[in-house]
């Protein structure tokens, strides 16, 4: 099982010229707190295939996900124009065009005029126009019950492995019972749903024995599916968290 330590680099995003230094924040900046947007539509400038731009505004702070390294930092818009102080970003090697795509993001976002109508988001700089959609209209929450969840990440403190290739375990809610396939044995377990909290029952498996790398996960879910866990839904991923360990899902198509 591989598992991926994420690094933080620092670096910093010129602001364009016409962002006056200490200007009040528009309008417009409240609007976008709390919220999600994803590119639907960009035109002046080709996006990698099968790639989208993510924008998240929390709390001043910006987070922005082009398809390979996530950038974070503060944010304001002033005179119209987005903002960016000094960011963060994760240091993971992807494929050239996507690594290039996120220094054209970061280049892009630093004073693109903004402009904010209901769900959709139009991002301007230069010749190059972004429209963006909020998140939870262009990809909403899955149910959490009736959905069969497949696992995607194993979460041990801040690491995340990924799943063996040639290893499937899921979870399936439904009418009080949670069926989990381990990727070795199945079974199943009590639950008791709340709005951010599972409680699970004590989880009956079958006992077959498998390969190690199916062991592995079996025990890294049946950590996890033990007494009452925390879980969170956005769009297609389910995260599961039982303090020091959890797992991360996706909903099969």
Same mark, same amino acid.
């Given at each position: 099982?591989?598992?991926?330590?994420?690094?933080?680099?620092?670096?910093?995003?010129?602001?364009?010229?016409?962002?006056?230094?200490?200007?009040?924040?528009?309008?417009?900046?409240?609007?976008?707190?709390?919220?999600?947007?994803?590119?639907?539509?960009?035109?002046?400038?080709?996006?990698?295939?099968?790639?989208?731009?993510?924008?998240?505004?929390?709390?001043?702070?910006?987070?922005?996900?082009?398809?390979?390294?996530?950038?974070?930092?503060?944010?304001?818009?002033?005179?119209?124009?987005?903002?960016?102080?000094?960011?963060?970003?994760?240091?993971?090697?992807?494929?050239?065009?996507?690594?290039?795509?996120?220094?054209?993001?970061?280049?892009?976002? $630093?004073?693109?005029?903004? +402009?904010?109508?209901? *769900?959709? &988001? =139009? /991002?301007?700089?230069? !010749?190059?126009?972004?429209? #963006?959609?909020?998140?939870?209209?262009?990809?909403?929450?899955?149910?959490?019950?009736?959905?069969?969840?497949?696992?995607?990440?194993?979460?041990?403190?801040?690491?995340?492995?990924?799943?063996?290739?040639?290893?499937?375990?899921?979870?399936?809610?439904?009418?009080?019972?949670?069926?989990?396939?381990?990727?070795?044995?199945?079974?199943?377990?009590?639950?008791?749903?709340?709005?951010?909290?599972?409680?699970?029952?004590?989880?009956?498996?079958?006992?077959?024995?498998?390969?190690?790398?199916?062991?592995?996960?079996?025990?890294?879910?049946?950590?996890?599916?033990? $007494?009452?866990?925390?879980? +969170?839904?956005?769009? *297609?991923? &389910? =995260? /599961?968290?039982?303090? !020091?360990?959890?797992?991360? #899902?996706?909903?099969?198509?």
């Amino acid at each position: 099982m591989r598992t991926l330590r994420l690094s933080l680099v620092i670096a910093v995003l010129t602001v364009a010229a016409c962002t006056a230094a200490g200007g009040s924040p528009s309008p417009a900046a409240s609007s976008l707190e709390g919220r999600t947007f994803l590119s639907t539509d960009v035109e002046g400038h080709d996006l990698v295939p099968g790639s989208t731009v993510r924008l998240t505004f929390t709390d001043g702070r910006i987070a922005i996900s082009a398809g390979c390294n996530m950038m974070g930092g503060a944010y304001a818009v002033a005179d119209g124009h987005l903002v960016l102080g000094q960011m963060m970003s994760t240091d993971m090697a992807c494929e050239e065009p996507l690594m290039a795509q996120d220094t054209w993001v970061a280049s892009f976002l $630093g004073g693109a005029a903004v +402009t904010l109508a209901g *769900d959709t &988001l =139009t /991002l301007g700089n230069g !010749d190059v126009s972004m429209t #963006l959609t909020d998140r939870e209209v262009a990809d909403p929450d899955r149910p959490l019950e009736g959905t069969r969840w497949i696992l995607d990440g194993i979460v041990t403190g801040d690491a995340v492995s990924s799943i063996p290739a040639g290893v499937t375990a899921a979870v399936t809610i439904s009418n009080g019972m949670m069926a989990v396939e381990t990727g070795c044995n199945t079974g199943s377990a009590t639950v008791v749903v709340t709005d951010t909290t599972l409680a699970i029952g004590p989880l009956g498996l079958t006992r077959k024995a498998c390969a190690a790398d199916a062991m592995g996960v079996e025990q890294a879910m049946a950590t996890v599916l033990s $007494g009452t866990v925390g879980y +969170t839904i956005e769009a *297609d991923v &389910l =995260t /599961l968290d039982a303090r !020091d360990a959890g797992l991360m #899902l996706r909903a099969a198509s």
